[in-house]
């Protein structure tokens, strides 16, 4: 399983370089340049949840906002055709969302918003195949261990990742033998036994930040 994971990850690598999509400092640049749409506009949440994936996904992706009670999906911001969804996983701000990282943008596929539903509820994945999402503008940081973990603790294992692609499986022991080594550069896995174990791929040029 280590050597298709692997396989899977150079072939998503493929993607993500094609789309020659830009390091985080510079995402945020862009995003926020004054020819584009107003920063925290909903033109500019689109462009910026969107561009979380590459452009051939994020382009006829549904788009989310952020929905405050978790209990329901975000507003719709666009209605998609490609089974893809783009949304924010970090609340905005004090006074808004002002740089694309502030979103920690994701996009997922079918899958992955199955196994989303089961991560919100604090139960088992519902997905039944492999997931895929991106997240090429990086995070705000989490736990490698504790999937509900929001703050740095001594023992939590923190993280702040750049831009990068995750891979959730349906069956979380046909990963059991990947790393749990996120200092390396290479895919690694997070969450390792708990349900909601999956494999992060940082993009390249983009290094793990602590």
């Known amino acids: 399983?280590?050597?298709?994971?692997?396989?899977?990850?150079?072939i998503l690598l493929a993607a993500a370089c094609q789309s020659k999509a830009p390091?985080?400092?510079?995402?945020d640049s862009a995003a926020s340049a004054t020819t584009g749409p107003a920063v925290g506009s909903v033109e500019w949440k689109i462009a910026t949840y969107t561009s979380a994936a590459p452009p051939t996904i994020?382009?006829?992706a549904t788009v989310l906002d952020w929905n405050d009670s978790l209990k329901a999906p975000g507003t719709e911001l666009?209605?998609?055709?490609?089974?893809?969804?783009c949304m924010p996983l970090m609340p905005p701000p004090a006074g808004g969302y002002t740089k694309p990282v502030e979103t920690a943008a994701m996009c997922a596929d079918a899958q992955t918003m199955l196994w989303a539903q089961g991560y919100l509820a604090k139960t088992k994945p519902?997905?039944?195949l492999l997931g895929i999402g991106y997240m090429l503008h990086g995070d705000v940081?989490?736990?490698?261990?504790?999937?509900?973990?929001?703050?740095?603790?001594?023992?939590?294992?923190?993280?702040?990742?750049g831009p990068h692609i995750m891979i959730f499986p349906a069956d979380v022991n046909r990963i059991k033998d990947i790393p749990t080594d996120h200092r390396t550069g290479a895919p690694y896995q997070m969450w390792k036994g708990t349900p909601y174990a999956h494999i992060m791929i940082p993009t390249p040029g983009a290094a793990m930040m602590h």
């Open 1 to 10: 399983m280590q050597r298709i994971a692997l396989a899977t990850a150079t």
């Open 23 to 27: 390091e985080a400092g510079k995402a």
């Open 58 to 60: 994020g382009a006829n």
């Open 78 to 85: 666009r209605k998609g055709t490609n089974g893809w969804t």
């Open 126 to 128: 519902k997905n039944t």
């Open 141 to 161: 940081g989490g736990s490698n261990t504790d999937p509900y973990g929001m703050t740095p603790t001594a023992d939590n294992d923190w993280v702040v990742s």
